[in-house]
Nanobody, 125 residues
């Protein structure tokens, strides 16, 4: 069992930056592929970034060039660095862990093995 806890969300002005963290329990963090998803009110969940066990990355087109996913296996933590934030980036951001690499866009029907509860990011205009 893996527990995921996100932190780092908050209110930021458009053009600003935030770094989200997702801390994982357990000793097997390095064996999982890690994802960041977001869900805005009234919209479907969207995968914004994925990082493989070997730190290969892939991004949704809507965030490419602005968001960076990274992982620190020694700290059992995955990060999402967000710059040049826009009001449309407002959402609850959740991390997920799975055994497989799936690149965005990921259909909502695809089930991740473990989920965090999410952290709210609000970008004001």
């Amino acid at each position: 069992q893996v527990q995921l806890v996100e932190s780092g969300g908050g209110l930021v002005q458009a053009g600003g930056s935030l770094r989200l963290s997702c801390a994982a329990s357990g000793r097997t963090f390095s064996s999982y592929v890690m994802y960041w998803f977001r869900q805005a009110p009234g919209k479907e969940r969207e995968c914004v970034a994925v990082i493989s066990r070997s730190a290969g990355t892939s991004y949704a087109g809507s965030v490419k060039g602005r968001f960076t996913i990274s992982r620190d296996n020694a700290k059992n933590t995955v990060y999402l660095q967000m710059i040049s934030l826009k009001p449309e980036d407002t959402a609850v951001y959740s991390c997920a862990a799975d055994d497989s690499v799936v690149v965005p866009p990921i259909p909502n029907s695809y089930g991740m093995r473990y989920w965090g509860k999410g952290t709210l990011v609000t970008v004001s205009s």
